[in-house]
């Protein structure tokens, strides 16, 4: 008896191009930042277009940190944030001595609730920290409405919306101080680890830079390539080492090529989950408003309250048919450290709560076949009724 291979929640999407570009940046005897990484962040900056500067990371997580770090955020200061999201969005407010304050999402997107982020302004509030949940935009719109009226900076996670657009402008381009993109390895596209902070500020682009690299005033890359001696450097401030090495840089210039091709893959395959499961007791993921892109990261189906199994019981029905699922995410109010902290409680979060308990996520990545999305879509028709 043949049973097919155990098909994982997310794979990465790596060709020969991508080994290559990898092969290349190792063979050119300059290993860390250097060309690869800088030609990735002027073709990341132009892809997104607009004129915005983009600031290559070691993660995402290094980069809301220096989002975070360059708009001032200190001591004393509260941002808010969706419960509903990785811990990497607020752990960073903590490495400044700052507070998170964590609120509920909305039951449709999942995405932070505008009326919760007014609900939750005091006059230690500096920022607000909008996921785009999934790939799909936050209230962007309410959310810089409150920004304004309260004089708080906006800086985007912007780990799963790589692409994604709202009212025809993508995230990236929108007028918050900085949006950051992921490329772990499970995201739209990766470079192993890895990140991008964007922005449209000169002066925020600049103190991310110097931040990114010990607080030295110009990078290593140029004092080898400009005319300044090349030992010369001075040291600004106590900085982070948060650069991109140039094999990451270099996978991640093939994966922004190939980022076209997997937009284009990731939307079959959910308009396919949409087609296929809409008539089991699920709630499926909402699609993005029309004309906006969604970026479909994350396929997050709810068990409706019709569905007479549980959450626990689909997974572990799939994980029986050989299938990976994940849960994006448990909730930060019910982590320990946030909890603790904080001291949260579950009915502060009623809409993050009841999703919780229903939410799964099932695989949805380019790498995976008609066929291996037949047996997840077969498997869900199987054990949810
Ligand atoms: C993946 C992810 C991050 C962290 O990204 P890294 O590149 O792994 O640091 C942050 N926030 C969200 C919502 C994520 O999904």
Known sequence: MNSPAFLPFARPDITEAEIDAVARAMRSGWVTTGPETKAFEQEFAAYLG??????AVNSATAGLHLALEAIGIGPGDEVIAPTLTFTATVEVARYLGADAVLVDVDPVTLNIDPAKIEAAITPRTKAILPVHYGGVAC???AIFAIAGRHGLKVVEDAAHALPTTTN???????????????????????????????????ALAARMKVM??????????????????AWYYEIVAPGFKYN????????????????PGFVQRRQQLAARYLAELQDLPLTLP??????????WH???????????VTRDEVIQALADAGIGTSVHYVPLHRQP????????????????????QHMFSIPLFTAMTDEEQSRVIAALRACVR
């Open 139 to 141: 209230d962007m719109a």
């Open 286 to 295: 909402a699609a993005a408003p029309a004309g906006d892109a969604h970026a």
């Open 244 to 259: 991109m090495t140039d094999m990451a840089g270099a996978l991640g210039r093939v994966q922004l090529q190939r980022l």
């Open 337 to 356: 450290y946030w909890r603790d902290r904080y001291a949260l409680v579950p009915e502060q979060f009623p809409v993050a709560e009841r999703a919780y």
């Open 50 to 55: 607009g004129g915005v500067h983009a600031i």
């Open 212 to 229: 990114r690299l010990h607080g030295i005033s110009r990078d290593a890359f140029d004092r080898f390539t400009s005319t300044t001696p």
């Open 168 to 202: 025809g402008a993508l995230v990236g381009q929108l007028p918050s101080a900085a949006a950051v993109f992921s490329f772990y390895a499970n995201k739209t596209m990766t470079t192993g680890e890895g990140g991008m902070v964007v922005t449209k500020d000169e």
């Open 298 to 308: 994350l396929f997050v189906p709810r068990l409706s309250d019709a569905a007479s």
